[in-house]
């Protein structure tokens, strides 16, 4: 069942893998199971697939969503069993920016690795996102921009950060098109990410056990 699970998710099949979740759950099959051994090792070959250059943007989104619909029925399951995420995620696309299909992919994907993600949304403040650091300790800060006028705005997320004493307890991953590796360097981030599936590959660098 746990491969046909996968297939529905690797298909993008949403009703079959929300409904073959709820049947695993219904004949005992622990909610950690089906979360490692379906859920996430159908995203770890999607993700796999997208860098190869053998998948594109909405089938990774049509699987991504079919992953959601499986983790809506997981979810309250793993936190009775106490399953522990493999990190934390502090996540929004930055002040002046609307655009959030992308960081929205890179939301599902982390979800669907096993990360517990808290989305901002769009045109998050720097204040905004110092407070959701404050209040959520996560792991990992990740901020998205779109466009090169609002990409500008992610070194002042970081100021704040530091004013507020924050900046060394978290790590800051940045993404979006007009982004690079240089740019993220030069404004002190710990990483950039050009896709959603190696946001999730950067997001597990930067953890402490990495
Ligand atoms: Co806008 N837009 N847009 N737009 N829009 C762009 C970005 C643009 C390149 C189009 C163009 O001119 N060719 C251009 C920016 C130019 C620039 O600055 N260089 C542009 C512009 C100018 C504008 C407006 C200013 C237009 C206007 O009103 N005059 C306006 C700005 C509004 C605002 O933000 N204040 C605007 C508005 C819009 C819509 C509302 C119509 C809509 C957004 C809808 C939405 O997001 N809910 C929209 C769209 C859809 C686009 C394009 C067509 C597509 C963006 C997209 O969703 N790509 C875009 C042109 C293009 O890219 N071809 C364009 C698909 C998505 C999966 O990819 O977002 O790159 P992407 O995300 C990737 C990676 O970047 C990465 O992973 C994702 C998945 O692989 N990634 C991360 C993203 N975030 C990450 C975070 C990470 C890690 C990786 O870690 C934290």
């Known amino acids: 069942m746990l491969e046909e699970l996968k297939q529905a998710v690797l298909e993008g099949e949403q009703d079959k893998a929300t409904e073959l979740t709820e049947k695993a759950l219904s004949e005992g099959v622990g909610a ?6 379906a859920l996430i090792a159908a995203m770890d070959i999607v993700g796999a697939e997208y860098e190869r250059g053998d998948r594109y943007v909405p089938e990774m989104l049509i699987s991504a969503e079919a992953m959601k619909g499986a983790m809506g029925v997981l979810r309250p399951k793993l936190a ?9 995620v502090v996540i929004g696309t930055v002040e002046g920016d609307l655009h959030d299909i992308g960081k929205n992919l890179v939301v599902m994907m982390l ?16 204040d905004n996102f110092v407070e959701a650091v404050r209040e ?15 990409m500008v705005y992610m070194p002042e997320v ?14 800051v991953m940045l ?27 950067l997001a597990k660098k930067l953890m402490p056990q990495g």
């Open 32 to 37: 950690e199971k089906i979360l490692n051994e």
């Open 80 to 88: 009775e069993a106490g399953v522990k995420a493999r990190g934390k």
């Open 111 to 126: 979800e669907g690795s096993g990360f517990e993600v808290e989305d901002l949304g769009i045109e998050v403040p720097a």
């Open 136 to 150: 959520h300790k996560p792991d990992i800060l990740g901020m998205s921009a779109l466009l090169t006028t609002t």
């Open 158 to 171: 970081i100021k704040a950060l530091q004013d507020a004493g924050l900046r060394d307890g978290v790590k």
């Open 175 to 201: 993404g979006g098109a007009p982004v690079n590796r240089e740019y993220s360097d030069k404004i002190g981030a710990d990483g950039y990410a050009p896709d959603a599936a190696s946001a999730v590959e």
